[in-house]
């Protein structure tokens, strides 16, 4: 469409239906000119393909929106992975992967294909994300990886956003949770991978992504409002503790080097007071 490079965006639903819709509201206001919207339902017990075929009956009708409703919960990377099937039968330049709990500022693609635009060797982009409240308060600016202390982390997490982070960068990782993927990746190193029940999955597709040869980049003019863990019932439940452990115990027990491991259990240990100090002083909630 007037020369643009066709995104397709994929938004993966699964008992979300008010935040579902929404996310897709925000993305119709895109100011980008050729997009499509994918929503994967991952089976639903809340009456959420419903609730999208009734909203938006005329996206879907007119192809803007493609709804997919998988017969049972296939989780976070199988259910993306069958979106990006279908974007990729359907000779999407971009793919960009989406969480229904996120609302997209109306230049966030523009600003993403931008990046990419600049660099044939940027693989992977990511905007700056904001928590939903506060509107002003940084949830994403970038990831790091420390194989030597088995941490992964988002650059400027919980700080007040006071332009410390609108530099564009090449960084570790992608969050997931917004990451807009050159179609070349998925040929060059496949999907996302299974193994993961939830989490660590997009840093692992980075971390296959950069031994391929492409770079993860960060474009702070993209941004992004993330209600967050609305999927999983806020920042300390047990679910969530739980699976952030065995995804992480994947990840390292894969990447890291044998070297890594003399020093990661000390660090362990200092992560593990650390989140206790931000759990006693009331800087992580459980809502």
Known sequence: MNGS???????????????????????????????????????SADGSAQAIQSTFRDEIGSGKIILIENPSNKGFAAGNNTGIGVAIQKQADFIFLMNNDTLADKQLISFLISAMDSRQEIGITG???????????IWFAGGEIFLHKAISR???IRSRDTGQHDTPKICDYITGCAMMIRKSVFEKIGMLDTTYPLY?????????????????????????????????????????????L??????????????????????QIIELLRVLLL???????NN
């Open 200 to 244: 660590s999955e997009d840093a692992d597709f980075c971390m296959r992504a950069k031994k391929a040869g492409f770079l993860c980049f960060y474009e702070p003019r993209g941004k992004m409002w993330h209600k967050i863990s609305a999927g999983t019932g806020g920042q300390l439940k047990w679910k969530k503790i739980r699976l952030r």
């Open 279 to 285: 759990i006693g002083t009331g800087r992580i909630k």
């Open 246 to 267: 065995y995804s992480s115990m994947i990840f390292y027990k894969k990447y890291a080097k044998w070297y890594h491991w003399s020093t990661i259990p000390f660090f």
């Open 154 to 156: 988002h650059t400027g």
């Open 127 to 137: 905007p700056k994300i904001y928590y939903f409240e506060p509107a002003d308060q």
């Open 5 to 43: 490079p066709s995104v397709f965006c994929i938004i993966l639903s699964w008992n979300g239906k008010a935040l579902t819709i929404d996310c897709i509201r925000s993305v119709l206001k895109s100011d980008y000119p050729n997009y499509t919207i994918i929503v994967v339902d991952n089976a």
